[in-house]
């Protein structure tokens, strides 16, 4: 059997194949004939008419199409562009994903270390620099802590990484952390303009990271889904966060959820189908995905989202 998921989808789908077969016209040899003789005639009539548009020679016209058929019309990428710039971001705060692969039989070494480190940070850098979360992998990546920090803007990025190196204390806290990790890695987001980031919170249960790499160019067709989607969820749970990539791994997107637990995950996410347009968030946006993966994480006592 179907599940209901499944079912509603291809319902739309199918909704969809038929709208698009009713609207559709033939388009016979004959008419395609009848039509460009049409248009020759109007053309001979406007031709008349100045137009301060310059012809094109044959290259230009060749150069013209490929470059509209690769990257679009001109007038949709500047469209695109200041969507883009203007927003998609919520342009208030600039966030950095950390992710720590930390070497088996050793995460308790590191935790107790991140748990002097990282407030020692918040403490010396405030209000420029918060924590926004730190977790450790309960499903998904084992052995890997996940941290997420906000800075006031990217001065403030910068200024904290050069204060970083001059800090006695952070280097020596760093250097014993060093040797526990297989590797890290580091990314810089934005925040969606429509989804903040949530302030602390003590909620306790399970959070989740569902992170996205898109296709390439989808991103503004990603965030016009979601806007929606975001709306239904909000119904049945309280979004965490959602961040879209600029430096590092490209073309991301990160989602962060909390739940009292993985039981009542699964039953509010089941719910999230009865809600006007969660079905068509879904059908528009899984074909945008070029890879997924979720992370249930545990926050870490000093965590500020825990």
Known sequence: ????????????????????????????????????????????????????????????????????????????????????????ARGKYVHELSTHRVKPGCMDKYKAIVAELYPLIVRNHSPRVKLVGSWETDIGDLDTAIHVWEYQGYPALSRAYSEYRADSAYTELHQKLQPLLRDRKSQIMLEFQFWPTHPPVAKGGVYELRSYTLKSGTLLEWEQNWRVGVECRKHHEVPMGAWFSQLGNLNQVHHLWQYPDLQLRKEVREAAWSENGWPETVLNTVPLIQKMSSRIMLPMPFSSLK
Do not use: C, N, W
Not at 54 to 82: F, M, N, Y
């Open 1 to 88: 059997m179907l599940s209901p998921a499944r079912a509603t989808l291809l319902r739309i789908s199918a909704a969809r194949y038929s709208a698009l077969r009713a609207t559709a016209q033939p388009f016979s040899t004959a008419s395609r004939l009848s039509s460009s003789r049409s248009d020759g005639a109007r053309d001979g009539q406007e031709g008349a008419v100045a137009t301060d548009e310059p012809k094109r020679t044959l290259p230009q016209k060749a150069s013209h199409i490929v470059r509209s058929i690769l990257h679009g019309s001109e007038q949709v990428r500047q469209e695109t562009k200041d969507t883009l710039s203007k927003v998609l």
